[in-house]
């Protein structure tokens, strides 16, 4: 008699944490440092336990400066420890931008290689919870536009474990960012650590009409399209580029080749946002094969409403997305 096979499943919350726990096991040279992350186990629970575990020394809450935070974590990384430091909403990176773009995106570069910077900053992004304009934007192409700092932008609990695992074993800084809206969602997750390498985009649905770029919560709201479009005839590929630098240009562009329509979904607001920059990779890749005008599904550009009903028009929606590839297909 066959055995059943019981599939197991965590929230994305809960993978984030496997993997610090899993990678501080492996390497004692790896701590955690930020606001509320030992005692109170992190805002949204992802660094519950570890305090338990590793003890204060490896598990260290800080004070309410930004600054501090990555200034610290600069110094540490540049002498040998591997840092995992997160700030309480990416929306306070201001604080901090000279911490982290001109010492640790720079420091390896003007020291001909031969510093390391193994630091993760981890972060969260992104509406839903009318926390309002301070604490909801989306802001993943500020650091998209800085030589030296990668970016991984997960959006399934599967993807948050293994990109954190590589962020974590990378010798470079990598701004880690979550929405706050995925920390519940469920998946399927590996007990035994792995690692996803950075620069490999997902296709997360194969189609043949149009193609769909989509980050982080857009992922979900794009695939929910996709199902419903499907019942009008129509074939969506939904890439999930998983990390914004590097990019996976070829994925998209290959995608692009086959489906000659692009549709990119994401939060953040639509001028100089990540779509901007894949639009232009398509362009200069993959005009040619383009039957139709490439649609952009984005925020606005203003700044995030406290108002739950301005806040729910303010972030892209199934609906948006079904209009745009509507749009490209009738073109």
Known sequence: MATEVQVRT????????????????????????????????????????????????????????????IGSAVGAAATGLRPVVELMFVDFIGVALDQLFNQA??????????????????????????????????????????????VAVP????????????????????????????????GNVPEEPYAIPFGQADIKREGADVTVVATMLMVHK????????????????????????????????????????LVIVHEEVKRAGSGAEIAAVVAERALDYLDAPVQRVAAPFTPVPFSPPLEQRFIPDVPDIVKAVKAVVAA
């Not at 109170?40 to 935070?69: H, K, M, N, Q, W």
């Not at 989306?138 to 030589?147: D, Q, T």
């Not at 890439?239 to 692009?256: F, G, M």
């Open 222 to 261: 794009a695939l929910a399209a996709a199902e419903q479009l499907s019942a009008d005839g129509i074939s969506v590929e939904v890439i999930d580029p998983r990390t914004l630098t590097p990019l996976d240009e070829d994925t998209i562009v290959e995608s692009v080749r086959k489906t000659h329509r």
């Open 105 to 150: 995106a720079k420091m390896r570069y003007m020291f001909g290689g031969k510093a390391r910077l193994p630091l993760v900053l981890r972060t969260q992004c992104g509406g839903g919870m009318s926390a309002a304009a301070q604490h909801s934007q989306c802001l993943e192409a500020w650091f998209m536009h800085v030589p030296g700092l990668k």
């Open 10 to 69: 965590l929230t994305c919350a809960q993978a984030l944490n496997e993997a610090l726990k899993q990678e501080m096991r492996r390497d004692p040279a790896i701590y955690v440092a930020g606001e509320d992350v030992a005692r109170y186990g992190g805002i949204f629970g992802v660094t519950a336990g570890l305090l338990e575990e590793f003890g204060e020394e490896r598990v260290r809450d800080t004070p309410i400066t930004e600054s501090a935070i």
């Open 155 to 186: 959006s399934t609990p599967y993807d948050a474990k293994g990109l954190l695992v590589t962020a974590i074993r990378d010798d470079n800084p990598v701004v880690f960012i979550e929405h706050k809206m995925l920390y519940g969602v469920e």
